[in-house]
């Protein structure tokens, strides 16, 4: 009796697809191992065992797999369980969960290498394309599938492969999978005996004829002052300016130690500081949660900025890894949140280990392997959204960090998922608890906890001495009339910087826009120069003295007259981080400023040394866009300015001032992080907005109150639920034929209830056109049928050829 597998392949087709295999691989295969596979004509693909039967599939001939990858799984159980719910949630395939959970270190393609096996006989036989082969690879030690196909001048290799391999001829090239290969650095560290002083004398007055050794010596000491830590040799000859010579007639001498340990990538230090005492709030919100956790599985932790909600995680974390569980911290953005890494590093040392996509690609794999096996060095991760589907054994906890951040939410590529809410079914599944802290929750998870679905906790005081800062707002209009401004300054913001800078503290200002100005017009024929590829204006950069769309990485340079009139009568309108940094360098021409945005943060170590820098107070003032709200901690800064508050409040979107409320929140929240009293300037054209009134007032609980009441008005969520869908297309006519059917399909599906098509507010970027409609389920349809009525609709769609080219994009949960 034959037996198959089904496997996950990582591509966006729905089902999943049958392979043929032998009774040894039967004995060997499991769920979770990777597999190679031949797909379509020529193409080889790493793919997942999903189940191990008996039944040939019925529609065409399964094919035999190539090769298998793992010794033993490589993902969970629980894994399986969690992204089949996403795939059925988000509505994708398991191939694009699998593409965006795996590090492609994991899946390795078409890219494969054929090399001749070394235990070929020569005395099989071969056809006239085999011998072909087996020529080619007397000259070349490696061929790719296309070599191959070349060389016999054939489309089809597949088959050729398969009897290559079978013949014994050639293999794959196993380097390409082989495992990662682990880091090791050299340690020293001294002899024990040594540590006792008088032994230590002793040895060094026998060196008094050795300089060099004794120096090597005397500087160990300056990097472990008590003798009694390890010491990356690099390092201590790079400070002893010494050579590995030296080290070894030490060694020899049996003074030092030398040894090799494999590192992880991703380093720690070695000091473990001890966790700090809670406060009474503190503890007192601690108990709140572990009670709301005997009851519940998810408890929302809604603290004041700079209350204390790290030390209470940690508190919860290090009960968690006493019996022996697994953590998952997310956070928004890792490079952003680099304090607060360091921070949990300074308590949990190795067991916390760090996800983040801009790793290494062996980085990733390490930490992957490390949660498989259940390691010590994985007890604790930390990382952005992705890092939910990792293979987690044995979970107790996660929590997430600054629930409200929008970039919990993934919009492309598909899975567009919210890592929040896939971390609340991951826990389900592994019965393990979350903690969802922010100091402005989202209007979402504010309702669960009040309609009793999560716990919720608040800490309303700041840590220690601190208070919240004083909210004050300043009226544009009145100001410019009055002529008190300064460039974009008003006389109160510019005099509470130079108060500040007089007394030695530190400034922080927000505009969220980066560039010098986001608009260019010409004064005499009033042309604006847009972006070739999307409907909007291009950036003007003086830095870089060019124009640049924020969408499409367009730039040209910038010249002094205008291109339609030739007239050199070009202007600027509105302004970014570049501009303000400028203007304020001319009003205080002595005071180092810094500048934190998309364009300086760059490098890999960019952001690091920005905020160093202000940490140390090598600047003194930080301008930047909304980086600046995500939990920076800086004990110096007492004034925080915000330019103008108001292009986000007039955004078209639902969370607008949901959003606009919360940002503000955030970069107010860095001012008087310590005792001193802090201080927000927030200038704006509309100071009576119902939103900037709140900021000022601290008051969340009436932003929400106000939200919820607009939401339930205007039929959103968590009133009901919505997908959007999103068509995209180069041509607008077949766009906009395709949105016509597709309109009017949904609407006869949904009953009317679509709105849509509808222009995104950018009609067209990266010259791909959009409609995009929206369906709003009630809370009581069956979410699982209408979803399944719409990927029919979506099926429709597709079947008609003249469509075919143009992208559907469904996007569930949108916001
Ligand atoms: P949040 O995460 O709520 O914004 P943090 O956890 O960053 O607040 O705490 C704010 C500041 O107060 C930090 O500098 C932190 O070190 C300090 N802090 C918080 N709790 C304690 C404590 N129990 N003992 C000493 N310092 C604390
Ligand atoms: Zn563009």
Redesign the pocket.
């Known amino acids: 009796m034959p037996h198959f597998i089904n496997v996950i392949l990582p591509i966006p087709l729905q089902r999943l697809f049958t392979y043929k295999i032998t009774q040894a691989e039967v004995n060997f295969l499991e769920q979770g191992m990777r597999v190679v596979v031949p797909f379509g004509k020529s193409k080889l693909y790493t793919a997942i065992v999903f189940s191990i039967h008996k039944e040939a599939p019925t529609a065409y001939k399964a094919k035999e797999i190539y090769q298998i990858l793992d010794k033993t799984p490589i993902i969970t159980a629980q894994q399986f369980k969690h992204w089949q719910w996403l795939a059925s949630y988000y509505m994708c395939t398991l191939g694009e969960v699998l593409r965006a959970a795996l590090p492609s270190a994991f899946l390795l393609e078409s890219e494969t290498l054929i090399v001749q096996n070394s235990l070929f006989d020569e005395e099989t036989i071969l056809s006239d394309d085999e011998f072909l082969i087996f020529e080619a690879l007397q000259h070349q030690s490696d061929l790719k599938i296309k070599d191959v196909s070349a060389i016999i001048q054939k489309k089809h290799v597949v088959s050729l492969i398969h009897s290559l391999l079978k013949k014994g001829l050639v293999e794959l090239k196993e380097s390409l999978y082989q495992k990662y290969k682990p880091k090791f650095e050299k340690y020293v560290k001294i002899n024990k005996k040594y540590l006792d002083k008088n032994a230590l004398n002793t040895f060094l007055n026998q060196l008094k004829n050795a300089p060099k050794q004794r120096e090597l010596v005397l500087q160990f000491f300056t990097l472990s002052p008590k003798g009694n830590k390890s010491i990356v040799a690099k390092k201590l000859l790079e400070k002893a300016q010494s050579t590995a010579a030296v080290l070894k007639v030490l060694e020899t001498k049996e003074f030092f130690d030398i040894f090799y340990e494999q590192i992880d990538r991703v380093q720690f230090v070695n000091d473990i500081v001890k966790a700090?005492?809670?406060?009474k709030s503190?503890n007192l919100a601690l108990n709140d949660i572990n009670e709301s956790f005997k009851i519940k599985d998810v408890c929302l932790l809604h603290?004041?900025?700079?209350?204390?909600?790290?030390?209470i995680y940690v508190s919860l974390i290090q009960e968690v890894l006493k019996q022996d569980k697994q953590v998952l911290f997310l956070l928004p953005e890792i490079a952003l949140t680099t304090q607060l890494i360091s921070?949990l590093k300074a308590y949990f040392g190795s067991t916390l280990a760090v996800f983040h996509s801009k790793y290494s690609l062996n980085e990733r794999v390490e930490v992957w392997q490390n949660l498989l096996e259940n390691s010590d060095k994985g007890k604790i991760i930390i990382g952005a959204r992705s890092a939910v589907l990792l293979p987690f054994s044995n979970l107790g906890l996660i929590v997430v960090d600054e629930e409200h951040e929008s970039s919990y939410k993934q919009f492309d590529p598909a899975p567009r998922y919210h890592a929040r809410d896939v971390a609340i079914v991951l826990a389900h599944i592994h019965k393990a608890k979350v903690i969802l802290g922010s100091?402005t929750p989202s209007v979402e998870s504010y309702f669960n906890a009040q309609n009793n679905k999560y716990g919720l906790v608040a800490?309303s005081e700041r840590?220690?001495a601190g208070t919240l800062p004083n909210i004050e707002l300043i009226d544009l209009k009145e100001k410019y009339k009055k002529k008190q401004m300064n460039g974009f300054f008003s006389d109160v913001l510019l005099e509470g910087i130079k108060n500040r800078l007089a007394e030695n503290k530190q400034i922080i200002l927000f505009q969220n826009r980066r560039g010098y100005a986001p608009i260019v017009t010409c004064t005499s024929c009033g042309v604006v120069p847009h972006c070739p590829n999307c409907d909007v204006s291009l950036t003007l950069h003086k830095i870089k003295n060019n124009l640049q769309c924020h969408y499409c990485g367009f730039h040209e340079p910038l010249e002094n007259k205008c291109k339609a009139c030739n007239n050199p009568t070009l202007s600027t309108q509105g302004f970014g981080t570049e501009q303000i940094v400028a203007t304020l360098q001319d009003l205080l021409p002595n005071v180092p400023i810094g500048r934190m945005d998309f364009d300086t943060t760059r490098g890999k170590y960019a952001y690091q040394k920005i905020i160093s820098d202000f940490e140390r107070g090598d600047t003194k003032i930080l301008v930047g866009t909304q980086m600046l709200a995500k939990?920076l901690?800086f004990?110096n800064v007492t004034l925080v300015g915000v330019l103008q508050a108001d292009s986000m409040l007039n955004f078209p979107d639902f969370r607008a001032h949901e959003r606009s409320f919360q940002l503000l929140q955030q970069v107010a929240?860095r001012s008087g992080?310590?005792a001193s009293k802090g201080k927000v300037i927030i200038q704006t054209f509309n100071p009576f907005h119902k939103i900037l009134q709140q900021v000022k007032a601290h008051a969340y609980f009436e932003m929400y109150a106000e939200q919820l009441n607009e939401r339930c008005q205007h039929q959103y969520p968590p009133y009901l639920r919505m997908v959007k869908i999103i068509l995209k297309h180069k041509n607008p006519t077949k766009l906009y034929k395709a949105s016509d059917w597709l309109g009017k399909s949904l609407n006869l599906t949904f009953n009317n209830t679509v709105l849509g098509p509808t222009d995104p507010p950018i009609p067209r970027i990266r010259n791909l056109y959009a409609k995009t409609f929206l369906i709003k389920f009630s809370k009581n349809q069956q979410l699982k049928k209408s979803k399944l009525r719409l990927l029919k609709v979506k099926d429709s769609f597709m079947a008609i050829a003249e469509f075919r080219s143009v992208r559907f994009i469904i996007d569930v949960d949108n916001y």
Do not use: I, Y
């Not at 700090?276 to 406060?279: A, G, P, R």
């Not at 603290?303 to 030390?311: C, F, L, M, P, Q």
């Open positions: 700090k005492t809670l406060s503190q603290g004041v900025t700079s209350s204390g909600k790290t030390e921070r100091a800490l840590f220690g939990g901690d004990s929240g992080r310590n």
